[in-house]
């Protein structure tokens, strides 16, 4: 009881904070007005769009498997039965919460700022957050892995690493695997944003849009960032269906 109390409070004063209001919703005639403005699609624009939204995805991809190569070694480093020593242990763990709790925006901003406009510090930002992101998922499921074939390689004079490396990857490829296209998922939309700040892409030219108002070609525009992720969970599916 008491905490159902707590809760009720909780959500009593957030609503109160963030200005929570059901009866906004009472007049729907300006949202008709707006979402009228949508359609018909302009496709004038297209090929270029498809080109933006090929940049995302070449963004997404790029910052999530570069994030998840550098993050398998940390994630090694950073797990209590791999690490070399305990102060490296808890040094890396540090620095991975550390890039963790920077959000994408925050690096993009410090990036495009120091590197220009474009896509390329967008694929810097999004590939940094996914270090500490990935770092620290791969490692927990370092951890948890059967200790077994590694104390198997060990008794049969397998240097420490070499152990480490192939006793536990296979154990746990299908999970990284898993958790690496939730990631991607995750870097479109973040791409998005990004794009929102000068990083390029679809997101970009989304934002271009609405500040003009061709909200005909909005429309387009977001239906092409459903159809690619739509693809690229669709694929993960795939591929996590064929690994395990």
Known sequence: MPILLLLGIAIYYSMKLTQFDLSKFKDFRNMIDFLSQWFPMDVSSLRYMLLDSAETLAMAFLGSIFGLVIGIPLSFIAARNTSPSPFIYHFSRMVLSFVRSVPEIVFGLILLTALGLGPFPAVLAIMLHNIGVLGKLISELIEAS???????????????????????????????????FYRFEVAIRTSLILGFIGGGGIGQRLFNDFKSFQYSSVSLDVLLIMVIVIIVDTLGSYVRNKVM
Request: aromatic share 14%; no cysteine.
């Open 146 to 180: 059967d200790p077994g074939p590694q104390e198997a390689m060990n008794a049969v004079g397998a240097k420490s690493w070499f152990a480490s490396l192939f006793s536990i990857i296979p154990q746990i490829w299908p999970n990284v695997l898993s958790q690496y």
